[in-house]
């Protein structure tokens, strides 16, 4: 009588037998050498992205300042203008000051009581000095040697002069006496900015 109860066969697969049973088949961790250059690819082309917005953003905070600077000193000249108007036309003696023009020696207007015609050199000449491409004038350098000007300031065995880089200014007015005053000044890349500030005089 057959055994009905016999005890089922078992299969061993051999290591490394391509039976299904067993298999040496590894799978390898890490990265590989493309992986890896790919990688510091994209990290480089990230980091040269983020210092180009940095410089960016340094060189527009600079523009900003400058052109805040540059209408400051628009507004400044206007105020002075407004204070000693002159005889006729307000502000018409002021008026004809060119962007190359040299600035002349004023009475010292702090030290001595000036007419309206003094105190109208004296300004434009406080002015003139103020923008930045007259600094190394001799007038500019007299009125920094009392209280009319603040003295120039050596910052790492440089002199940092005030003013803009080669700020100038003109003054004009019309035949319906409105005041124009233009500060012009070298921005990044050697290009020419300009702000025009105007007045009723």
Not at 169 to 194: E, H, K, M, P, Y
Request: net charge negative; proline share 5%; glycine share 14%.
């Amino acid at each position: 009588m057959r055994n009905l109860h016999s005890k089922p066969s078992t299969l061993h697969g051999k290591p490394g037998s391509r039976n299904g049973f067993g298999s040496n088949t590894t799978t390898s961790g890490g990265f590989s050498m493309v992986e890896l250059l790919v990688a510091v690819l994209v990290m480089g082309v990230g980091v040269l992205g983020v210092t180009g917005l940095q410089l960016v953003s340094l060189q527009n905070n600079r523009d900003a300042l400058l052109r805040s600077e540059a209408l400051q000193l628009g507004y400044n000249i206007l105020d002075n203008i407004r204070v000693n108007p002159g005889a006729g036309v307000p502000g018409l003696n002021y008026a004809g000051v060119g962007f190359d023009d040299a600035p002349v020696a004023p009475t010292d207007c702090f030290a001595n009581n000036c007419s309206a015609a003094q105190m109208t050199a004296f300004d434009i000449a406080v002015w003139q000095c103020s923008l930045g491409k007259f600094n190394e004038d001799a007038v500019c350098d007299a009125l920094r040697q009392g209280v009319i000007l603040p003295p120039s300031v050596s910052v790492g065995g440089a002199t940092a002069q005030p003013g803009l880089p080669d700020g100038e200014g003109s003054i004009a007015i019309d035949g319906a006496g409105v005041i124009t005053v233009t500060v012009r000044w070298t921005g990044f890349n050697g290009v020419q900015q300009t702000v025009t500030v105007e007045s009723q005089g």
